[in-house]
C-alpha cells in the first residue's frame, strides 16, 4: 500500500499543467467613411466647352466628347446624374459627371456641347442642378483647394513650397487646353467639402491666393 502511495505522489509530480495560450482578438473590421452630403438644388451660373477639348482626356480618364450628355462640376462624384434646369429659358436637360471645372468664380457647371445645344444655351445662363443619382463609386470624396494655374512652371513651384510649409501637401497637376499648357497648384487632403471651404478661407487670409476653388480629386 506504501509503495502503491508512492508511487501515485511520484506520477504527480511530473504532470504538466497545459500551456496557457492567450487568444488576440480579431482586428476591428475597418468601415469606410460614408460619402459627404450633397448639395441639392445648387443655383449658379453654367457655361459649356466643346473643342480643343474634344478628343482629349477628361479629369474622370474618359476620352472626352463633345457630342455626349456629360458634364464637368468641380466636387461631384464621377458618374453623377444632374438634371440641369435653365432658369433663364426654362429648358432643361439630364447630363453625367465625367470631368472636373469650371475653374471661373460664380460658374457651378461646365455643359458638353451637345447638352448647352439640347437646352438652347448658346453662352452661360443661370441653372439649378438637381442630382438624380450619385455615381456608382462608394468611395468616400478626398477634396483640395485649387489656389492657382500657371503658364510658368517656376511660378507654380514657388507658390507650392510656399504655401506647403503652413498648410501641405501641396500639388502641382499639368493641364493642356488645348491653345496653352497650365499647371495647378492644389494644397490640401481633406474628407469633406466644409474642411476644404475653411482651408480656402485660410489661405485668402493668409494672402496665399485671391480665387480659390474646392475640387474633389477622386
Not at 463633345?66 to 440641369?84: D, I, K, N, W
Not at 460664380?106 to 456641347?113: F, K, P
Not at 510658368?152 to 513650397?161: P, Q, T, V
Request: glycine share 10%.
Amino acid at each position: 500500500m506504501a509503495a502503491a502511495l508512492l508511487l501515485s505522489a511520484s506520477g504527480c509530480l511530473h504532470r504538466h499543467k497545459a500551456p496557457h495560450v492567450t487568444r488576440r482578438a480579431p482586428p476591428p473590421t475597418r468601415t469606410a467613411p460614408a460619402p459627404g452630403p450633397i448639395t441639392q438644388g445648387e443655383e449658379g451660373i453654367a457655361s459649356w466647352y466643346g473643342r480643343p477639348y474634344h478628343g482629349r482626356p477628361a479629369a474622370s480618364g474618359e476620352i472626352y466628347n463633345m457630342y455626349a450628355m456629360t458634364a464637368a462640376h468641380r466636387t461631384l462624384p464621377f458618374g453623377t446624374e444632374v438634371r440641369v434646369h435653365d432658369l433663364e429659358n426654362g429648358h432643361d436637360v439630364t447630363v453625367r459627371i465625367n470631368d472636373r471645372g469650371p475653374f471661373v468664380e460664380g460658374r457651378i457647371i461646365d455643359l458638353s456641347y451637345a447638352a448647352a445645344q439640347a437646352m438652347e444655351m448658346p453662352g452661360v445662363a443661370r441653372v439649378r442642378l438637381e442630382i438624380m443619382g450619385l455615381g456608382a463609386s462608394p468611395e468616400a470624396g478626398i477634396f483640395a483647394v485649387q489656389i492657382g494655374a500657371f503658364r510658368d512652371r517656376g511660378n507654380a513651384e514657388r507658390l507650392k513650397a510656399r504655401v506647403e510649409a503652413r498648410y501641405g501637401p501641396a500639388v502641382i497637376q499639368g493641364f493642356d487646353r488645348g491653345d496653352d499648357y497650365f499647371y495647378r497648384v492644389r494644397v490640401g487632403h481633406e474628407s469633406s467639402e466644409d474642411a476644404a471651404r475653411d482651408l480656402a478661407q485660410k489661405l485668402r487670409g493668409a494672402n496665399l491666393a485671391t480665387e480659390t476653388f474646392v475640387v474633389r480629386m477622386n
